[in-house]
């Protein structure tokens, strides 16, 4: 049996997909100039329409709020590709996974305090993006630890803690205004956890007899 698809329908959805990212992209233009506290009337200014399209489009607020943060998370990964297609060291990629997230931090403050400061009745923006870097960093470090002869089991516990640990400073840094440059606080992180990864010992190889 065929399905035949209205063409016509196809085209709709295309248009209304661009019209929703056109809307969220004028929204983080919006919360840039405005600050974090943008109202409604500023972000549909910003997109030069109503408050009304917006609501069309996304419902509320929090459906626009929620729609900011799966364009946020999506550009925090795509912007650690480089961490994971290279071969590196645990404190290496730390330091790069710290960077990379600090980075984001310090270049949009204004967008991490939007996102962060969720609307009741929203899910928590951070756990998502959290616990899918958190499975590749565990994955990454089981990989080093095998390759080391090294036993994996820390490696799920390590993934997470890190990727928790980054997130926690990075909101401690953006309240003290980023006092502290962006490259000691990556410093400071790799110090902390390079003596658990020197700490490993081989796995005893049981032979034979």
Do not use: C
């Not at 650690?80 to 310090?106: C, F, G, I, K, T």
């Not at 400061?117 to 095998?146: E, F, K």
Request: aromatic share 10%.
């Amino acid at each position: 049996m065929t399905i035949s698809v209205d063409g016509r329908t196809t085209r709709w959805a295309r248009h209304n997909a661009t019209r929703r990212r056109e809307l969220v992209e004028a929204a983080l233009r919006a919360i840039r100039r405005h600050g974090h506290s943008v109202g409604m009337d500023d972000i549909a200014a910003e997109a030069g329409t109503s408050k009304t399209v917006y609501y069309r489009h996304f419902g509320d607020r929090n459906g626009l709020y929620e729609a900011v943060v799966e364009s946020v998370h999506a550009f925090i990964w795509g912007n650690l590709s480089d961490v994971w297609n290279q071969r590196r060291s645990p404190r290496d990629l730390v330091e790069h996974l710290a960077d990379a997230y600090l980075r984001v931090v310090e270049v949009d403050g204004e967008i991490y305090r939007f996102v962060t400061a969720r609307p009741g009745g929203t899910a928590d923006p951070v756990m998502g993006i959290t616990n899918r870097i958190g499975d590749q960093v565990s994955a990454t470090l089981a990989d080093w630890l095998r390759d080391e002869g090294l036993d994996p089991s820390p490696a799920n516990t390590w993934g997470h803690g890190l990727v928790g640990f980054i997130w926690a400073v990075a909101d401690r840094w953006i309240l003290t205004d980023l006092r502290r440059p962006r490259p000691d606080i990556v410093t400071f992180i790799g110090d902390l956890f390079t003596p658990a990864f020197d700490a490993q010992t081989p796995t005893p190889h049981h032979t034979m007899e």
